[in-house]
């Protein structure tokens, strides 16, 4: 469903992501980590079309990024880091706006709605405007957004960031049961998450994959912990 070719991205004289590679099936949930500033957030908004590679491309569900980026979009649902919305919008307004954007009308509107309010527990904030509401609320409605038209695809941008415990659990349980029909990647820095919740784990570090693995393949390979594991791979890259 997912196919890197050498992606590369730079930003002037720093490379963002240097020639990635990889693939991800139907049912994989793979853990995209890595340090601040390794290139996650880049590479994730090159396979969702909001930045052109400098070099390579990538597929979505049959769809080259660069030639048939439309289709792309329609094929993926989309968490950003910052989950931007309208702050002047309701809730309503904003999920509305977001199937006018998809077409997605009538019925099948009201019934794809009527998921995504449960699927993300907003229905208490439906007819809040996004300005009033918290960190956490703000972070349930942007993963509304990306799932409101059922993709195949999501590609998540810390999508715990600003949940409280129990939130944190409740989107953890519907990662788990979404996986089964879709390929999900999920960029974290919450390593006891990718345990719970993903099959793969791609370590990356300016800009490049270092390991490619099950989580327990990987604490297996070092004999400790991931995060200890994450420690080793990133501080040996570092100082190389």
């Known amino acids: 469903m997912i196919e890197v070719k050498q992606l590369r991205r730079s930003f002037g004289p720093i490379v963002a992501v240097d020639g990635i590679s990889f693939i991800a099936a139907k049912g994989d949930v793979v853990g995209f980590l890595g340090p601040n500033g390794a290139g996650k957030s880049t590479a994730m908004k090159m396979l969702a079309c909001f930045l052109s590679p400098d070099e390579g491309t990538a597929s979505i569900c049959g769809h080259d990024i660069l030639s048939d980026s439309i289709a792309v979009r329609h094929s993926l649902g989309y968490l950003a880091e910052n989950a931007p919305a309208y702050n002047e919008m309701t809730v309503a307004g904003f999920l509305h706006f977001v199937c006018d954007a998809r077409r997605i009308r009538g019925t099948t509107r009201r019934q794809a709605l009527d998921r995504v309010l ?50 944190k659990h409740e989107v953890r349980q519907l990662i788990n049961t979404m996986a089964k029909d879709k390929c999900i990647i999920i960029s974290t820095h ?19 994959i ?31």
Request: hydrophobic residues 35%; proline residues 5%; aromatic residues 4%.
């Open 118 to 167: 449960s699927l993300c527990s907003i229905e208490s904030v439906y007819h809040q405007t996004i300005d009033t509401l918290s960190k956490g609320y703000r972070r349930r409605v942007g993963l509304a957004q990306a799932l409101v038209h059922d993709p195949p695809v999501l590609i998540l941008d810390e999508p715990t960031d600003g949940l409280d415990p129990n939130q």
């Open 190 to 208: 919450i390593l006891e998450e990718v345990e719970q919740v993903c099959n793969r784990a791609i370590i990356v570090a300016r800009g490049r």
């Open 210 to 240: 270092l390991a490619d693995s099950t989580p327990k393949a990987l604490t297996e390979k070092y004999q400790c912990s991931l995060t200890e594991v994450f420690r080793k791979i990133t501080a040996t890259k570092k100082s190389a």
